[in-house]
């Protein structure tokens, strides 16, 4: 549940709850879209979820930041920093082999 930036623009209000993002579109793109320039992107905020956790979006972005299509706006419960929390799913996978040792684990969480 990432959002991600739908093209070019500049941050122009970032808070807690609302990241809103100024679009730059030629006046041919401004002709045939139905969509103003300004985009409003509501976070979710401590939504709950059906295994008893909750979900809590943070954005990312600050004022006055160009963001380019396809850049993350905000972080979840499964990312930081931008990217996939890849090092604990590795780490458990890893533990719940056969014949590993404590060794494995550890070196790889130094890797990451």
Known sequence: MLINAEGDGIVEYVDANEIVIIYDRTEEQQLVSFEDNVKRYNLAKFVRTNQGSCINLKPIVSKGQRVTKGS?????????????????????????????????????????
């Open 72 to 112: 993350l706006l905000c972080e979840g419960y499964a990312t930081e920093n931008g990217s996939l929390l890849w090092v604990r799913t590795l780490w458990l996978l890893l533990c719940l082999g056969k014949g590993t040792t404590l060794k494995m684990p550890l070196f790889f969480l130094k890797e990451w």
